[in-house]
C-alpha cells in the first residue's frame, strides 16, 4: 500500500510537471500577448499545486496569490498600455544560442548527479541546522509547523527587516505611480504654461 | 483508492481545460479555462491532502477557491472598463475592448 502510494504521489507529480512544461511551451511560442497573460495565471496554479504536493504549502500560497492572483491582473494592466501583440521577430535560428543553451542545459543535468536522493536524511539539507531545527522547535516554540516556527522566532528580526524592506519598496512605488494611476493609466495632462493648476 | 481513482479524473479535466486554454479561439474560452483550471486546482489540492492521510489543507484550498473567484471578477472587470475602479453594478456601456477572436 505504501509503494502504491509512493508511485501514485510520483505520478501526480509527472502529470503536474508535464503541464507545466506544455504550458511554457505554448507562452513561448504564441505572440498574443493576452494568451501569454491567462496561461502565466494557469503556470503559477500548477506551480502551486506542484509545492503543495512537495508539502510546501507556504510557498504554495505564496505563489497562488502573487502569480495567479495579483500578477495576472497586474500583467492586464500593463497590456492596456501597450499592443495586443508582439512583433514578430527574426525567424533565422542562431546556431550560438543553441549552443550555449545546449552546453549550460547539459551542465545543469550533469550537476544533478551529485545531489543527494530525494528525502535523504543525511543530505546536508537536512543535516546541520535543519536538524537542530527539527529537535529543538518543538521545544522552545509551540508552533506545530517548523518553517514558521523558523521564520517567525528564529529569524524575527531577519523577516522583519523583510517586511521593512518590501513595505518601503511599496511606498516607492507608490509615490513614484501615485495612486491616480490606478484608473487604467489614463494619460494625465500638464497645465500649459501661464495657467494655475486648480 | 477512491480518492486516487478522483485525483486520476481531476488530472485529466486539468489536461482538457489546458487544451481549451492553448486552442481559444475566443479570448473568453481561454478565460473560461483558466477559471476552471484554477477550480480543479482547489480540488485536486484538497483530494491531495486526503490522499496523504493529512487533510488540513484544506482551508488553503477553500482559500485558492476565493482567489480565483477574485482574480476572474477583475480579470473580466479589465475586458469591460480597462480599468478595476469602477464599481461592478454601473452599466456596462463600453464596447469590449479585446477583439473577439484571436488569430493566434
Sequence with gaps: ?198 | MMFGVATAAILVGMMLALVRAFAGPTLYDRVLAASSFGTKTVILIGLMGYLNGRPDFLDIAVLYALLNFASTIAILKFFRHRTLSVSLDRPGTDAPIFEERDTA
Design chain 1, 1 to 198: 500500500m505504501d509503494a502504491l502510494l509512493a508511485n501514485g504521489e510520483i505520478l501526480i507529480d509527472l502529470a503536474l510537471l508535464t503541464m507545466l512544461v506544455s504550458v511554457a511551451f505554448v507562452m513561448v511560442r504564441s505572440r498574443h500577448l493576452f494568451v501569454i497573460v491567462m496561461l502565466s495565471g494557469i503556470y503559477s496554479l500548477l506551480s502551486a499545486a506542484f509545492f503543495v504536493s512537495l508539502d510546501a504549502v507556504d510557498v504554495a500560497f505564496t505563489e497562488a496569490a502573487v502569480g495567479a492572483g495579483v500578477s495576472t491582473v497586474l500583467m492586464l494592466g500593463a497590456m492596456l498600455l501597450t499592443v495586443r501583440r508582439e512583433k514578430p521577430t527574426r525567424t533565422g535560428r542562431t546556431p550560438v544560442a543553441i549552443l550555449v543553451v545546449t552546453l549550460v542545459g547539459s551542465a545543469l543535468i550533469y550537476a544533478t548527479f551529485d545531489m543527494p536522493p530525494y528525502g535523504d536524511g543525511a543530505s546536508p539539507a537536512n543535516s546541520y541546522m535543519g536538524e537542530v531545527y527539527i529537535d529543538r522547535a518543538a521545544k522552545e516554540i509551540a508552533v506545530p509547523n517548523v518553517v514558521t516556527a523558523v521564520l517567525a522566532s528564529y529569524r524575527g528580526f531577519d523577516t522583519l527587516g523583510e517586511t521593512m524592506v518590501i513595505f518601503t519598496a511599496g511606498l516607492g512605488v507608490i509615490l513614484l505611480l501615485g495612486a491616480g494611476s490606478v484608473r487604467g493609466g489614463k494619460a494625465v495632462k500638464d497645465k500649459p504654461d501661464g495657467e494655475t493648476p486648480s
